[in-house]
């Protein structure tokens, strides 16, 4: 049996999101030239929320786009599973903006080097700021956030699971044992 400690509950998972949205607009002086694309999907729904509390704070609409990463991962050929693409809508451009890409959990960095690959598919950004929820270490990459919930040092045998209300029913971040 896997055990399970709940490291983030909903109070705390939203207080982090208000942190994050006031961190956000502090370092961009504002919600000029910003918008949030989310990584499907923990991501999309976390951009959304942080859409709604920046407007809270800011008076302003700030555009949310929605990415996949499938096709972007570098690991596709080294896989026997046939990839689940999903759809990517950023129904704005994102030429000369301060994209803020939004994940639940960063781990090796790998996603996030594939994020980046795909957002300049789809225009030039004047910069690319990474919001995630926890940061879990063990980087492959050279890739750092910029605004985080949670640091959550955890070893490689453990799996951090974020359950949000959008799809669980439930906001929860928890720490498990692996199946590995």
Request: proline share 3%; aromatic share 4%; net charge positive.
């Amino acid at each position: 049996m896997k055990q399970k400690k709940i490291v983030m509950d909903a109070e705390a998972l939203d207080r982090s999101l208000t942190r994050i949205a006031y961190e956000i607009l502090e370092r961009n002086k504002g919600s000029k030239e910003l918008c949030l694309v989310g990584i499907r999907t923990g991501g999309v729904f976390l951009a959304e929320r942080l859409r709604k509390k920046i407007s809270r704070i800011e008076g302003a609409d700030v555009p949310v786009g929605i990415l996949d990463i499938t096709l972007y991962r570098d690991d596709l050929r080294i896989t026997n599973r046939k990839p689940k693409l999903g759809r990517t809508d950023i129904p704005f451009s994102l030429d000369n903006k301060k994209v803020i890409l939004v994940d639940d959990v960063l781990f090796t960095g790998r996603t996030i080097r594939a994020a980046m690959d795909a957002l300049i598919d789809f225009g030039r950004p004047k910069l690319i700021q990474l919001a995630v929820l926890v940061d879990r270490g063990h980087r492959e990459l050279p890739i750092r956030a910029d605004f985080v919930g949670k640091n959550l040092p955890s070893s490689a045998w453990e799996d951090i699971v974020v359950n949000l209300t959008e799809k669980d029913g439930i906001d929860e971040v928890l720490i498990q044992d692996s199946n590995r």
